[in-house]
């Protein structure tokens, strides 16, 4: 029998926050969603290079976070909607500034990259998935 070690939850507040927020996807993931509605498709498209099976265990993690909702439509083909929970929409402000620092901290070590809103210019808006 193979034993789970499960930690309590950090006594921190930032621990708290990062361990929730953290990770390769989930800002974006957060930040795609922050202008409404997005569907699986859409999202795999805005992030790429990420594989279906890490889209569908991070938007499960952020789900059990409350950070978003999934919304699943009993229709053929299955649709499945994304938006952000109210405690997600907190967050945008915070991701917004933590960008900022991110770009700042990229130019000043040279570190090429793109900006918020060049990034969202990758999404699709077309529900027809």
């Known amino acids: ?4 070690k499960v930690e309590p939850p950090p006594k921190c507040p930032v621990d708290y926050a990062f361990q929730r927020i953290g990770g390769k996807y989930k800002g974006r993931i957060l930040w795609n969603l922050k202008d409404g509605v997005r569907r699986y498709g859409q999202l795999r498209r805005f992030i790429s290079g990420i594989t279906p099976k890490m889209l569908t265990q991070v938007l499960r993690e952020l789900e059990e976070d409350e950070l978003i909702t999934r919304k699943v439509y009993l229709e053929v083909p299955p649709r499945v909607e994304y938006t952000l929970t109210e ?3 907190r967050l ?11 770009q700042a901290q990229m130019q000043q070590h040279g570190i090429p990259g793109m900006e918020l809103a060049e990034e969202e210019q990758g999404v699709v808006n077309d529900i027809d998935e």
């Open 1 to 4: 029998m193979t034993k789970i």
């Open 87 to 89: 405690n997600g929409r």
């Open 92 to 102: 945008i402000p915070s991701i917004e500034m933590i960008s900022l620092w991110g």
